[in-house]
């Protein structure tokens, strides 16, 4: 990952550090709900980690900063550099032209 990029990245996490911090489920979508006899179930938990809440609530599409989005896009990016990189690069090219620097190649 270029240093520009990880320092970025390193900037978005800390500009969230001081929001309510708890458990993050890390991918919420529709996919990861099932109907059980009990009613629904949130399934899919491999990517849950304690961090910022507003993670989940950006994922969701529910009302956030711009720091927010910013930090949710960062962990996108982060999590994706290495298996997922065409996405990556791609993601990290909006991060960094939303950040007002010049863009990643």
Known sequence: MPQKLAKA???AFADVADTPQGVVHGDL??????????GPALIDWDES???ALCLDRVTLGLPATRAERRAALAWEIACCWWPEPECARRL???FIRSAGAAPIP
Do not use: L, M
């Open 9 to 11: 990245i390193r900037t």
């Open 92 to 94: 990290a090219r909006r």
């Open 29 to 38: 979508n529709p996919g990861n709900i099932i109907v059980t006899a009990q």
């Open 49 to 51: 980690r304690h961090d």
